[in-house]
């Protein structure tokens, strides 16, 4: 079941074309790559898919549902999430309170409820705080649960943004870039992490990466953009022999 | 933390306790404290948690002072029923405000507050028939159920009880996931929408919860000083009301505390050299922008962080209590 | 309605909307430059009608006293730029606000502290009884309102157009990383749009201080500076003299047509109509991005 549907989308910047006609499908379950040298439009594609800039043109489809044009909290509540290639954490807020954060959505009781602490607000608070908790263990960062989040290191700090995103419980998530900054042992485990997240939680993925060597081992299908059009789309091994696609990195592969 | 808490607890006890010790005069000017304590309180939630400058406090006191003020004189409507309907007034109209505000954000935003500010004061000022214009309005004491607060003990401690609840509140509204959305606006919308928070309904609500502080402050400022009048809600007014926050500790409940309790004791204890005053209030204004960022909260963590000898590599989290 | 009225009417409303214009420069330059609105500047057209009674009291005549007003608001606006806004740039927008309130704050207090409210009058050419021009009587100081702003915005475009200086300032307005590595001194850049600023701003109070009188509420003409300055989407000079005039053209009509009330909502009116509708202003370009 295609579980996000891109057709033909085109996004331009004041007068600069960032995407033009670009479309792929992503099945649900599925973890797909998308790659390009710089300037590619892969930011400029999540962008548009999450709500945050209306495109000019095409459709975006997820689960079924016509969703460009809409406005970017809603199109979150419809189950998509996603991380950032510059983080975009609470930075004076401590790294458990960026993820407790995250779960917004599922808490529901309203103004007055919190202003008086009543039972129903209480109670959403104590669960919520136990699954912050259990969401900061399964990502080893407890240990940084009380530190300002601006003040830790880059590559934990991307950490922190992938646990925050889905704390939202999200049905697919794009992550943009989610492995730069990362060291060796760092980037490794974040890709262990991406793997057992689509297989044993059911979550769709769409990684954006430069860094061609972590998405061809951790990517089923791979979409490659350059300069804002689609060049090709099939698995990592097609895209490694494809010439056209080799050359648009032109020694950026690894 | 703890010792912010704890002195707090501590302020709060000898608040408690001044009635016994005090003269009326003190008595007033505590009571002026605390009506400031509940409006920083308000605007902190608005500025130093959501990040929306607003030029326009001042008016929302107004409003609820006016209110409150002609509920009781023109309406003879009892205390218990102008104060919340001074809230409520009040809190609509942050609504209203928050509304076109919502998507207007640095510049535009304190542009539209002052505009609104210039408004409430147009309207104030220029339709005596309702407001007393620039004569002002004399008003009554609070009465609770006909009985007259006179005595300068029990109104005393009406505002005292209404304060601590009004602390509560914001409190329990910072720590609840409304302030978690409040302080995710101001840091990174983008993120904040990726997670499902409507953005712009925050601000409107963050706009209105300000509102409603800052009315209900109002209604009871025109009750405990007896005479209200456009001036006092004018742009100085507003400007006071950021230094409180400023002073005090940007996003911060006992910040909120510390900046209005020090700064309305201020003018007290600069009587000698009254006319400095107002020098004095904008260099501490210009001051604590400049080198104290975080304010007298911030001043108090980097202490506890001297005293404990850690490194104070550890700024404190922006929004603790 | 006869066409006379309608003239004379034009002709306060150009003469006000001078004012206007200038305080409304003297907001959009150091936003070009350093992108930060300086809420002080209404203090600023105070301090130079202060320092006007003061360099008056002294027995100058103000021809003399407006060149040294100018550079005293001059190096007042460097002071300010060097000491107190540099450091700060990259605070959030919040603190930038306020610090420029407190500036004003701080030059108001300290104006009150010497004078009081009082409203103090200084002698000055420009002010005498109404002149005839045909048909129309036009009071000499309005006369040289107009024409002082059309001499302001002449020497403006010269000076951004034709100037080095001023060409290395829209260069540092434009892109200041890039402007830089050109070699352009952006702090110097910085200090001079500042300087500029204040030296409009300066201008205006000895302009309105001989007419008005001079007492420190005069400041308060900052909001009509804003709103001409929004008017001209707060990024184009030519905008916000065009704003200036606009203003107070609509100003003046008003008053004239439906009394002094009306006259007085006016501003409010069409700050917040303009920030509902249209934010950018009648002359900015409007934004891609949503959020």
Not at chain 1, 211 to 229: D, F, S
Not at chain 2, 230 to 248: A, C, K, M, Y
């Amino acid at each position: 079941m295609a579980l996000l549907e891109i057709t033909a989308l085109s996004v331009r910047f004041g007068g600069v074309a960032a995407v033009t006609e670009v479309s792929l499908v992503v099945a649900a379950g599925e973890i797909h790559g998308l790659i390009g040298p710089n300037g590619a439009g892969k930011t400029s594609v999540i962008n548009a898919v999450t709500g945050m800039v209306a495109p000019l043109s095409g459709s975006v489809r997820f689960a079924d549902r016509e969703i460009a044009g809409i406005a970017p909290h809603i199109i979150s509540s419809f189950g998509l999430g996603r991380t950032f290639q510059h983080v975009e954490l609470f930075g004076d807020r401590s790294v458990f309170d960026n993820v407790l954060t995250g779960f917004y959505r599922h808490q529901s009781y309203g103004l007055l409820a919190a202003a008086l602490r009543l039972p129903k607000a209480t109670r959403s608070e104590r669960r919520t705080r136990e699954q912050a908790r259990m969401l900061l263990d399964a990502f080893e960062l407890a240990a940084f649960a009380n530190t300002p989040a601006g003040l830790l290191p880059f590559g934990i700090q991307k950490r922190v943004d992938i646990a925050r995103a889905l704390a939202a419980e999200p049905r697919l998530l794009l992550l943009d870039e989610p492995v730069s900054g990362m060291s060796e042992a760092e980037a490794e485990s974040a890709v262990t992490t991406m793997r057992k997240l689509a297989r044993e939680h059911g979550i769709t993925l769409v990684v954006v990466e430069h860094n061609m060597r972590v998405l061809m081992n951790l990517a089923e299908r791979v979409t490659v953009l350059n300069q804002g059009r689609l060049l090709a789309s099939g698995t990592p091994a097609e895209m490694q022999a494809n010439t056209a696609v080799v050359e648009a990195y032109l020694g950026d592969a690894a | 933390m703890r010792t912010r808490v704890l002195l707090i607890l501590l302020g709060l006890a000898l608040l408690a306790g001044l009635p016994l010790v005090a003269t009326s005069y003190y008595l007033y000017l505590a009571e002026l404290a605390m009506i400031n304590v509940i409006i920083a309180v308000g605007l902190n939630l608005l500025s130093g948690n959501c990040g929306q400058i607003s030029l326009c406090n001042a008016s929302f006191m107004g409003i609820g002072a006016y209110c409150s003020a002609l509920c009781t004189t023109r309406l003879g409507l009892p205390t218990l029923i102008s104060l919340p309907a001074s809230v409520i007034l009040a809190a609509l109209l942050g609504a209203a405000l928050g509304y076109p505000a919502r998507r207007l954000s640095g510049l535009y935003l304190a542009l539209i507050t002052l505009g609104f500010l210039e408004l409430v004061g147009f309207v104030l000022e220029e339709f005596p028939d309702y407001t007393g214009g620039i004569r002002g309005l004399k008003v009554p004491r609070p009465e609770i159920f006909g009985f007259s607060l006179q005595s300068n003990r029990l109104l005393y401690f009406f505002v005292f009880v209404l304060t601590v609840g009004a602390i509560a509140v914001g409190y329990n509204i910072q720590r609840s996931r409304f302030g978690r959305a409040f302080d995710a606006v101001r840091q990174s919308p983008f993120a904040a929408q990726a997670l499902g928070i409507p953005v712009a309904r925050v601000k409107m609500i963050a706009f209105s919860l300000n509102a409603a502080f800052a009315g209900f402050a109002g209604g009871l400022l025109a009750g405990v000083v007896g005479f209200i009048d456009p001036p006092e809600f004018g742009i100085l007014t507003s400007i006071q009301h950021i230094t409180f926050i400023v002073v005090g500790g940007l996003g911060s409940i006992a910040g909120s505390v510390a900046g209005a309790m020090v700064l309305t004791a201020l003018p007290e204890v600069l009587r000698g050299v009254q006319e400095y005053g107002e020098l004095v209030y904008g260099f501490i204004l210009l001051g604590t922008l400049l080198f104290l960022p975080r304010g007298l909260v911030g001043l108090v963590a980097r202490l506890e962080a001297l005293r404990s000898a850690k490194p104070p590599a550890k700024e404190p989290a922006y929004g603790a209590p | 309605m006869t066409w006379r009225i309608i003239l004379q009417l034009a002709l306060s409303g150009l003469s006000i909307g001078s004012i206007y214009a200038l305080v409304g420069l003297a907001l959009v330059l150091p936003f070009k430059a350093s992108g930060i609105v300086n809420f002080a500047q209404g203090e600023i057209v105070t301090f130079g009608a202060y320092l006007a009674l003061i360099l008056s009291g002294l027995g100058l005549p103000y021809l003399a006293v407006v060149p040294l007003v100018l550079i005293g608001a001059a190096a007042l606006g460097m002071v300010i730029e060097r000491l107190l806004i540099r450091p700060i740039v990259n605070q959030p927008e919040f603190t930038l606000v306020m610090v420029t309130f407190a500036i004003g704050f701080i030059i108001k207090a300290a104006i009150r502290l010497h004078w009081q409210d009082n409203t103090f009058s200084v002698e000055a050419p420009f002010v005498g009884p109404p002149l005839a021009l045909g048909a129309l009587r036009l009071n000499p100081a309005y006369l040289v309102f107009i024409l002082s702003t059309v001499a302001v915005v002449a020497a403006l475009f010269v000076f951004f157009g034709y100037s080095r200086f001023g060409k290395a300032m829209r260069a540092t307005a434009l892109d200041p990383i890039a402007a830089e590595l050109m070699g352009i001194r952006i702090g110097s850049v910085f200090s001079a749009a500042w300087a500029l600023s204040t030296m409009l701003g300066a201008f205006v109070g000895l302009l309105l201080g001989p007419v008005i009188g001079i007492n420190p509420e005069i400041g308060h003409l900052i909001l009509k500076g804003l709103i001409a300055a929004v008017i001209g989407g707060f990024s184009s000079l030519g905008g916000a003299v065009a704003g200036g005039l606009l203003l107070g053209l609509l100003e003046t009509y008003a008053g004239a047509f439906f009394g002094a009330t009306f006259k007085n909502l006016v501003p409010f009116g069409v700050l917040i109509l303009l920030l509902l509708l249209r934010p950018q202003g009648l002359a900015g370009a409007s934004s891609a991005r949503r959020a």
